[in-house]
């Protein structure tokens, strides 16, 4: 990676990224692909290659790009979010999709975009059906919308279903997924789409600052993550599941019961149990293990490629000895 090929990508002349969109484009079924800094940015150029001020976007009020993306589709782009409820399985009702979307009036905003997230992070790390995505595709294409996929952790939704990628990304108009994360990349993600559409990407992508120039040397880590990293994913999941059955032998947790469905565990503290999720994290720390709370009393751990068995081991010993004195 370090003595990667490289050029000014700012012209397209770097042959690794060049390489690396390419790989990932045809991975993923779509014509063309951008190499971006973050998912964060990644989404925000996908959210204004489509939507104009004012315009409306459909998304789940736990989807990432609502809750964790600092507001930037508002802040940068005046795009009015229009939130429907996730649903404990990471989808939005059909109907209310459907619903949702606003007929041609002087008083409303112009729906032009729904945007749906697989693995569904905050609802559990969840995988969402191609049968589903294709049928909001069709309700959004149906009435002149578009439908981008946060697909931040597609392989993960892929190999936990175990069906290929681009059965989850075939219907969707673009996709961005991270190559950091899960597939071990230090940086970047990858937005996917029609020849047309990356074009128009690549100019918001200069507007906002995101265009690299030597970047080829980030971008083999991209070309690393995507030959050797997403078959590995199946092991992530399986170790997600011995830290759930470990943890939920514990008395005091509660792991959630459908976590976990990819690498992702969610657990809470029983509710007599006196200290909140802040304190035995602190107190787990102390026995070397970090881990995030993500609520009063709730956590999410997430397995990849550094927590091996013995990891899961000692993450689940830690819990126990916090929680027994
Ligand atoms: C992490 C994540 C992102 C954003 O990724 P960054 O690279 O951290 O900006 C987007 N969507 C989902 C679902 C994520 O989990």
Known sequence: MSIAEVGDDVYGEDPSVNRLQEIAAEKLG??????????????????????????????GNLGHTFL?????I????????????????????????????RPENDHFPHSRLVILENTHNRCGGVPISGAYTQQVAEIAHENGLYLHLDGARIFNAAVALN????????????????????????????ICSSREFIRKARRIRKQLGGGMR????????????????????????????????????????????KSPTSNMVFL??????????????????QLGVLVGEIGERQFRLVTHYWIDDQAVGTCVAAFRAVLSV
């Open 268 to 285: 809470s503290l029983d509710k007599d149990f006196g200290l909140s999720a802040k304190i035995v994290a602190a107190k787990i720390a």
């Open 74 to 101: 508002s802040a940068l782009g005046g795009v009015h979010p229009h939130t429907l409820p996730n649903q404990e399985d990471g989808t939005l009702l059909l109907d209310e999709i459907h619903a949702a979307i």
């Open 214 to 257: 030597q970047a080829g040397i980030l971008a083999a880590t991209g070309l690393v993550a995507l030959d050797k990293m997403i078959d590995r994913l199946g092991e992530d999941h399986q170790r997600a599941k011995s830290l759930a059955c470990g943890l939920a032998q514990i008395p005091g947790i509660l792991v959630d019961k």
């Open 30 to 59: 779509k014509e063309a692909g951008l190499f971006v800094p973050s998912g964060t940015v990644g989404n925000l150029i996908a959210v204004l290659s489509y939507c104009a001020r004012g315009d409306e976007c459909i998304m």
């Open 68 to 72: 964790f993306e600092a507001g930037g």
């Open 163 to 190: 069906v290929p990628v681009r059965s989850l990304t075939d219907h969707t108009d673009s996709v961005t997924f991270c190559l950091s994360k899960g597939l071990c990349a230090p940086a970047g993600s990858v």
